[in-house]
């Protein structure tokens, strides 16, 4: 291994280097820092969610009732009748049999795929994978092909190659990618699953809340919630909660209720969470609607950075700005933080080189105002 002095050394030197950079406080599309409001396109917090008060409420009446832990694993004696209340819902939702919490989107994916994959198999996953599922495939010890991003073509290839080698094959890819922006080919996806005879595992961490009817996500809105048969999402993005779920047959979910160590050796999540997140998939099965709103939103301000001359990624909510040289990104990033916008520079190691790019969130609660503005500011700094 390197030093860590020459670790640093480099990552300063490549303009890779992170730092953590405290807020005082954020709400739905602003960030507080050292006194100074931002606009704020750094967040997951899609749609606002975080600070809706009937999330709120119902995480301090739980709080109230149940106090701050959860005390327990739930396998030991921290399971609560509310982690199966959302579960049910969390189910009937997302159109699956059955549900299971998972403490992050993180431990989600290093659980479920060892559980379901091992030694004698094989997964095939996009490249652009999330680093929790690229985490998950090497704890898993099967054997891990990586198809180009998106590239089915690439993907059945290795399929007809490799498949006969292994004894059953997981296919992992998000629905909507978090560094790109864009979406799975999920119909084409589950035609080859089919045909090589695959487990289909999707990530909808950036879906959930937002695509497809009142916010179910890409699988549910493409139709193919039979054939995907592990769909996991987060409650911490569009949800504004915190935790993770796994959608999935009774089987596979009691099947991981014991086999997925994530699941199985840590703490259940508190029952605050457990309320705020079940607030929030009740709020979008009522009806919420902001995934659509906001979805025109980003298609608007893609738009209007096209005619600027940028070269701009995806068709979701996550609007990438290829920029392309590490160094320029920064600045560009550092250029639109005095002039009131959090942008997040996006480097090497999270996408290839010459690819850096300014990621924008964006948030049901921005303006037409303010996307304009950060366009103008743009254009001035490029
Ligand atoms: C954010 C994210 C995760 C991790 O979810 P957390 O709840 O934040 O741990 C997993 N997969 C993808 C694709 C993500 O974007």
Known sequence: MESIEQFLKQRQAQHTLRVLSPLTSRRPGKAIQAGREYVDFSSNDYLGLSSHHELIDAARAALESFGVGASASRLMSGDLEAHHELEEETAAFKGKEDALLFNSGYQANVGIIPAMAGRQDAVFADRLSHASLMDGILLSRAKCFRFRH???????????????NFESALIVTESVFSMDGDRAPLRRLVELKNRYGCTF???EAHATGVFGSQGRG???????????????GT?????????AYLA??????????NAARSFVYSTALPAAVVAADLAAIRLCSKGLDRGSILLQKAERFRQALRSSGFLVLGSSQIVPVVIGDTEKTVCLSEGLLERGFRVLPVRPPTVPEAQSRLRFSLCYFHSDEELQAVVEALCELA
């Open 248 to 257: 999935a047959s009774h089987d596979v979910v009691h099947y991981l209720t």
């Open 201 to 203: 595992f999707v990530d």
């Open 150 to 164: 998106n590239d089915t073509e690439h993907l059945e290839r290795l399929l007809e190659q490799h498949r006969k």
């Open 235 to 243: 409650f911490s993005k569009a949800l504004g909660g915190f935790g």
């Open 218 to 232: 890409c699988v549910n809105e493409d139709d193919l919630t039979e054939d995907v048969e592990l769909v996991m």
